[in-house]
């Protein structure tokens, strides 16, 4: 089956540091990607996707993902954590989104 | 542009009764919506996909007879929540969607049943 995983379900960075939020998928054809988003009891804002039109994707706040397809990963990372990410980061596959188990990030100041 | 709203945000009911909950698409035509359910500290999942004018598609283990989905148009859908039990009670999600690469995420509702 189709399958997105994240590594990590809890991410602790400093303010200013990097942020890397690891997903790794399983399938054997390229598939659509997604990082969302959530803030505490709000839906799911999509922070950037993957259609196989180009492997560095940029997204929004500053995020950006690379797809690597001899790794069967497409982590989510910001070179400069701002207390403003602390949040749930979730990936996602495929077009009826199949979601990661999240990840929750915390910024320390 | 694509904003999805739902309603209501918030919803306590007593056990036993049914709850609705709509979903719109509040400046675009969706093909398709979809219903996700969220535990606390946990991820989406997929309840069903509903295109207007059809029966909705559940995932296995969704009770079709219980979370009663209708796709009246391109703009709304209604998950309604029969004969509610404390274990019914979750985070629910719905999102819109106009293809296969994007979808649209309303702000979701919050069940409790008491």
């Not at chain 1, 602790?12 to 990082?35: D, K």
């Not at chain 2, 359910?37 to 029966?55: C, H, V």
């Not at chain 2, 559940?58 to 009246?72: S, T």
């Amino acid at each position: 089956a189709q399958s997105v995983t994240q590594l990590g379900s809890h991410v602790s960075v400093s303010e200013g540091a990097l942020v890397l939020l690891r997903c790794n998928y399983s399938s054997s054809v390229p598939p659509y990607l997604f990082w969302y988003v959530q803030y505490p009891n709000q839906g799911l804002q999509l922070l950037l996707k993957y259609t196989s039109a180009a492997t560095l994707v940029k997204g929004i706040n500053g995020f950006e993902a690379e797809f690597k397809k001899s790794e069967t990963s497409f982590h989510l990372t910001k070179p400069s954590a701002h207390m403003s990410d602390a949040a749930e980061y979730f990936c996602a596959y495929g077009n009826q989104f199949y979601f990661g188990t999240g990840t929750s990030l915390t910024v320390i100041p | 542009g694509a904003v999805v709203s739902q309603h209501p945000s918030w919803v306590i009911c007593k056990s036993g009764t049914s709850v609705k909950i709509e979903c719109r698409s509040l400046d675009f035509q969706a093909t398709t919506m979809f219903w996700y359910r969220q535990f606390p500290k946990q991820s989406l999942m997929l309840m069903a996909t509903s295109n207007e004018g059809s029966k909705a598609t559940y995932e296995q283990g969704v009770e079709k007879d219980k979370f009663l989905i209708n796709h009246a148009s391109l703009t709304l859908s209604t998950l309604t929540v029969t004969s509610a039990h404390p274990e019914d009670s979750s985070f629910y999600i719905c999102s819109a969607a106009t293809g296969v690469e994007t979808q649209y995420f309303g702000p979701g509702t919050r069940l409790l049943v008491l």
